[in-house]
């Protein structure tokens, strides 16, 4: 049975994505700056690259790696039971799945 979407199940289901996300992001920053900084600005300074291109090598290693946990937090949320409510993928066409 499809149930209404409210502001109050939107924001639970929200928050669960939120939370797991912003755990998941700052650990992994956490851990992924201080290794890889310490990494990626000691080898790059010593092949006399400027102080810019450890930035962006560190930004773009970042970016991929944030995109990557936040798929990861969404298919953590989609597996969740919130209740009175669950989020299921439900095929739109009638034919069986592949």
């Not at 929200?14 to 998941?24: I, K, P, Q, T």
Request: with cysteine; aromatic share 10%; hydrophobic share 55%.
């Amino acid at each position: 049975m499809e149930l209404e979407m409210t502001w109050h199940r939107v924001i639970r289901v929200w928050w669960a994505y939120f939370w797991r996300a912003l755990v998941l992001t700052m650990t992994a920053s956490a851990l992924f700056g201080i290794v890889a900084g310490i990494v990626i600005a000691t080898v790059l300074s010593k092949a006399g690259a400027s102080t810019e291109i450890p930035q962006l090598v560190l930004a773009s290693i970042a970016s991929v790696v944030g995109l990557a946990l936040s798929l990861l937090t969404m298919k953590f949320v989609l597996g969740c039971n919130f209740g009175e409510f669950r989020i299921a993928l439900v095929s739109n066409s009638p034919r069986p799945p592949r």
